[in-house]
């Protein structure tokens, strides 16, 4: 983030690196903010912690359990696609 907000407050930058620094800046903000999402809508279904990683076309759930049940792996995709539209296939979710 640091060096993108450079790019944008250089003098020396074109409009155009200008644009794309801040459509990554955006972009990074935004998955920042569905992976809290996620992450608090899945502790919401009872998971005592969770984090979640959003790739460039992937996501990445880590939640703290013995074993998930089919129906807790079905909530937790159905969350990230709602979230993210990533589709579940795109979901790696793993268990600790």
Do not use: H, R, W
């Not at 539209?85 to 793993?94: E, F, H, Q």
């Amino acid at each position: 983030l640091d060096v993108l907000k450079m790019v944008t407050e250089s003098n020396e930058s074109s409009e155009e690196a200008k644009a794309q620094a801040q459509e990554k800046i955006s972009k990074i903000a935004l998955d920042i903010q569905n992976e809290a999402n996620i992450e608090t809508l899945i502790k919401a279904k009872g998971f005592e912690e969770c984090v979640a990683v959003i790739g460039e076309d992937s996501v990445s759930v880590i939640v703290k359990s013995e074993e998930l049940l089919a129906k807790q792996t079905a909530q937790i995709l159905a969350i990230v696609y709602e979230t993210t539209g990533v589709a579940p296939d795109k979901v790696s979710i793993i268990n600790k």
